[in-house]
Structure formats: structure tokens, C-alpha cells
């Protein structure tokens, strides 16, 4: 049982565009969400968090978005750079439990 | 360095053996996790340390799966009687603790059971 979805494998942007990576969650207790991203060989770096009482968090070139009513949230990256090229994974936990659900991973692509 | 370690980076055993799988974390990090991810899979949790606690062992697939976590700092996973099913990238992570979630990565150890 997948309690954190993230639907699309994979997906291909233009340098410059933005891009847009989702994630779907069926467990209402998450209360705290993270996008990590990885390289190949080398473990997952995280990236931004937010917190189930926000609906949007942004740090630079990225932004965090929830929707805790349809149990989204979407990671937009403004602009892609080729250097963004990696796996991005979607995580959550519960009540500060430090037991963490990761999603299956998106690949993004940036074409230069 | 200063971040997390692990060894070795490959190993390649014989179905049927036993390996063990070292993690390091960062120095002051009072939880660890380890993980696996089969190819074409997420991340699987395994097992998680928090400071003294009894660790939550509840993403080991088997019996076959272990670890420990000597005076709170490396820790080892050990896989009796490899199956071709058990090759994957073992991931450790470690954290602060509070509960935030953010954890730190090591960079793997790529498990290939012939």
C-alpha cells in the first residue's frame, strides 16, 4: 500500500521553464511533507519541507505547495536548469515521528 | 569528512552468504535510518535508531535482516543467506531528531547477490 504517490516517472522541461513535479498522500495523519533529490550514486539531499499548517512554502528557485484537502502537493522548480536534472522524491511524516515515507521518485530531465 | 559513510560503496556476494553493512553518521546525530531501493523501486525503509529507544524494526522484510547501533553511533545491517531478491543500494541516513523529518544520506552500498 503506496501512502505516498508520485504518479508520473518521469519529465522532460526546457532550460528556463518551470517545472512541476506532484505527489498524492492517502494517510491524513502526515502533517509534515519533504522533497529530497538525488544524484546517481550519491544518497537523496533534501530540499524543502513544509508543514501541514502551511499551503506553501518557497525557498529560491523552489516552492512547495499542499493541498491538504485533496492530499497534494506539487514541487515547482522556477527556472529549470540543466543542473536540476536528478530524481526528486516526496516524503512525509507524522506527529514528529521520525519514521519517513518516501514516494517511488520522479526523474526530471532539463534540456538545455 | 563530515557527513554520512558508508562501506562498503559495492559489494557482490554469493547467494546464500552473509554481509554486513556499515554506516557512520554524521557525529551528534541522535537518529538513523536505513533504507533500500531496488531498482525501478522508492525508498523502502528498514529500520529506524532513535537515541536509546528500541529501534522500530518494522520495514524489515525478514528475519534474515538485522542491525545494531553500537554506543549510539555506526551501525551495521546484517543480511543472513542473501537472495538474489535482496540486491539493491543500501541507503543510511542520519538526523538531529525533533521530529522535522530533514535527514542526511549516505551515499550507499550497491548490493548485488549472484
Known sequence: DQQVKQNSPSLSVQE???????CDYTNSMF?????????????PTFLISISSIKDKNEDGRFTVFLNKSAKHLSLHIVPSQPGDSAVYFCAATQ???QKVTFGIGTKLQVIP | ??????????????KGKDVELRCDPISGHTALYWY?????QGLE????????????????????FSAERTGGSVSTLT???????DSAVYLCASSIGG???EQYFGPGTRLTVT
Not at chain 1, 502533517?31 to 533529490?37: A, Q, S, V
Not at chain 2, 543480511?79 to 531478491?85: A, D, G, K, P
Open chain 1, 16 to 22: 528556463g521553464r518551470i517545472s512541476i513535479l506532484n
Open chain 2, 1 to 14: 569528512g563530515a557527513g554520512v559513510s558508508q562501506s562498503p560503496s559495492n559489494k557482490v556476494t554469493e
Open chain 1, 31 to 43: 502533517d509534515y511533507f519533504l522533497w529530497y533529490k538525488k544524484y546517481p550514486a550519491e544518497g
Open chain 1, 95 to 97: 506527529g514528529g515521528y
Open chain 2, 79 to 85: 543480511i543472513q543467506r542473501t537472495q538474489q531478491e
Open chain 2, 45 to 64: 525503509f528498514l529500520i529506524y535508531f532513535q537515541g536509546n529507544s528500541a529501534p522500530d524494526k518494522s520495514g524489515l522484510p525478514s528475519d534474515r
Open chain 2, 36 to 40: 533500500r531501493q531496488s531498482l525501478g
Open chain 2, 99 to 101: 521530529g522535522t523529518g
